[in-house]
């Protein structure tokens, strides 16, 4: 992946499908110390140990099209290529949690990109499920709660032309606020 | 910068709108843009396609017309791979689809009901 943000969208995807109702991504980083860590829990039906060993394998996959899957080993390699790491816990019932660490000073790190987009195509394309975005550099966090967002436009959808252009700004100008940028 | 008051007076202003487009929705005059969004569809470049495709859509101000993703196609290679299901229509698959490509199967394909052909699977065969 060209971008850790694409990877950050197939990851979640997983959630998706696995019934999650409420998915929470955090996006961490840390000037200091030059890391960044991306967290994405989930309260979906989660995996058994036996799956949970199986799913770094990229030869494991639940898809029927074909016989690979590259998700969670693409994902991996991405951190461990930095010298991060990657975690997964889950436990049937109750949720995934998959965290990744990454140093941002590695020559290998794969930058962030446009994790605005993947944010939006998300909570557009998943309207049913509730998100938490979290989004923080050092001391500056920007909090994304779609069930808030829901609260205020009671039953309009995303989807709407300009609730889906208004999103898009917000989320954009509120990130940009954390990055330091002038808006 | 946007504010939660403004997302407020959107609503008010998006509900006067709804229920002519609720009427729209589920019927069979609905034209469907299905984009594959797996690992590979994603690694691929599937996201700059589907949010291309929202774009135009808005921008045209389209009815009866939805976007959606789905998953792996099992066309991988060709990926990144866009269906379109026109009502009353064969089923379009288009192959590595470009941002670029967007405003001309929107164009020739959902509004006119041309296909473009040159950027369909059935072009591989030819």
Redesign the interface.
């Known amino acids: 992946?060209r971008e850790l943000s694409?990877n950050v969208?197939?990851i979640t995807?997983n959630s998706v499908?696995a019934g999650a109702s409420l998915i929470e991504i955090d996006v961490l980083e840390d000037t200091k110390s030059k890391t960044l860590s991306i967290i994405i829990r989930d309260n979906g039906r989660g995996m058994s140990e036996e799956t949970l060993k199986s799913v770094k394998d990229p030869f494991y996959t639940t898809?029927t099209?074909?016989k690979v899957?590259?998700?969670i080993p693409?994902f991996k390699m991405a951190a461990e290529m930095t010298g991060g790491s990657l975690e997964l816990q889950s436990e049937l019932g109750v949720g995934t949690v998959i965290s990744a660490h990454f140093r941002t000073d590695s020559i290998d790190f794969t930058p962030l990109g446009?994790i605005d987009?993947?944010i939006?195509?998300l909570i557009?394309?998943h309207e049913e499920i509730d998100f938490v975005y979290r989004f923080k550099i050092d001391e500056n966090e920007f909090v994304l709660k779609t069930a808030d967002?829901k609260a205020?436009?009671?039953g309009?959808s995303f989807?709407?032309?300009?609730?889906?252009?208004?999103l898009k700004?917000?989320i954009s100008?509120q990130t940009q606020i954390i990055r330091g940028g002038v808006? | 910068?946007?504010t939660?008051e403004?997302?407020?007076a959107?609503?008010a202003?998006?509900?006067a709108?709804?229920t002519t487009r609720e009427s729209a929705d589920g019927s069979a005059d609905v034209t469907r843009i299905v984009v594959g969004?797996?690992?590979?569809g994603?690694?691929a470049g599937a996201?700059?396609v589907?949010?291309g495709f929202?774009d135009e859509v808005?921008k045209r101000?389209l009815k009866n017309v939805t976007v959606?993703?789905t998953?792996?196609?099992?066309m991988?290679q060709y990926e990144p791979i866009v269906e379109v299901f026109a009502p009353g229509k064969e089923k379009v698959t288009y192959i590595k689809m470009t941002p670029d490509k967007i405003a001309r199967v929107v164009a020739d394909h959902i509004v006119n009901g041309n296909p473009v052909t040159e950027y369909t699977v059935a072009s591989l065969t030819e």
Request: negative net charge; aromatic residues 2%; hydrophobic residues 45%.
């Open positions: 992946m694409l969208l197939d995807e499908s898809r099209t074909r899957g590259m998700g693409l446009d987009a993947t939006l195509m557009t394309m967002l205020i436009l009671g309009v989807n709407e032309t300009e609730v889906r252009a208004w700004d917000y100008e808006t | 910068m946007k939660l403004e997302l407020l959107i609503k202003k998006a509900q709108n709804i969004m797996a690992t590979c994603i690694a996201r700059p589907l949010n929202v808005a101000n959606s993703q998953g792996c196609i099992g991988c």
